[in-house]
């Protein structure tokens, strides 16, 4: 190796050259799936559209839910969620002095919409399976208490509401009243 030669590389300068090189390329290739994975896809590839309870929906709903409720002499809490579980609106009637029913009315709307079935159903239609029953109750948010209904659209869950601080049966008339409220 010729120390005076400017155009003889040590074997450590040959390393760097390599080592820049290498990194350049990786650089330019990561560059290139940068640019690929941001590239849009055709629509309905990467995302869908879902139907919905709208605030309109659950307001008739909470107002037709509070004149039965108020008909029947009881104060509830009212709770409508979407299609996903995520609160919608959420009414307290005066009259209502404990913190319980601000608890499980929410719970018994996410109850309906993720299994798609009034809470009332739910728990009859697992009355045969003990290991169900024991387990529904530890999954987090839900219920098997009466009060909780899906809200449909055509053939479609769109939501659901719970009726909670009456008793059982009233508080499935009050759900009743309420989708009802939604019929034609």
């Given amino acids: 190796m010729s120390q005076g030669n400017p155009t003889t ?3 450590r300068d040959s390393l760097r050259i390599a080592s820049a ?3 350049a390329v990786a650089a330019g290739s990561a560059w290139r799936r940068s640019a690929a994975a941001q590239t849009p896809a055709a629509t309905g590839e990467v995302s869908l559209t879902k139907q919905s309870v709208t605030l309109a929906a ?11 409720a108020t008909e029947l002499g009881v104060a509830v809490v009212i ?7 995520m609160l919608k609106a959420l009414h307290r009637m005066d009259g209502v002095i404990s913190a319980v029913p601000l608890d499980i009315g929410p719970m018994k709307a996410y109850t309906a919409a993720s299994f ?4 009332h159903q739910l728990a009859e239609n697992n009355l045969e399976n003990p290991a169900r029953m024991a ?9 098997l208490l009466a ?4 809200i449909v659209d055509g053939d479609v869950v769109v939501g659901g ?4 601080g009456a008793a059982p049966d009233q508080d499935m008339e009050i759900g009743e009243a309420a989708i009802a409220a939604l019929r034609p």
């Avoid at 008739?60 to 039965?68: D, F, H, S, T």
């Avoid at 009060?147 to 899906?150: A, I, Q």
């Avoid at 509401?161 to 909670?164: C, D, E, L, R, V």
């Fill in 135 to 143: 387990s529904l109750p530890n999954v987090p948010r839900v219920t």
């Fill in 9 to 11: 590389h040590s074997r």
């Fill in 116 to 119: 798609r079935t009034p809470t």
């Fill in 58 to 68: 659950a307001q008739r709903m909470i107002e037709a839910a509070q004149a039965k």
């Fill in 21 to 23: 090189a290498g990194i």
């Fill in 147 to 150: 009060g909780g209904y899906p």
């Fill in 79 to 85: 709770a409508v969620v979407d299609e996903g579980g």
């Fill in 161 to 164: 509401i719970g009726i909670s």
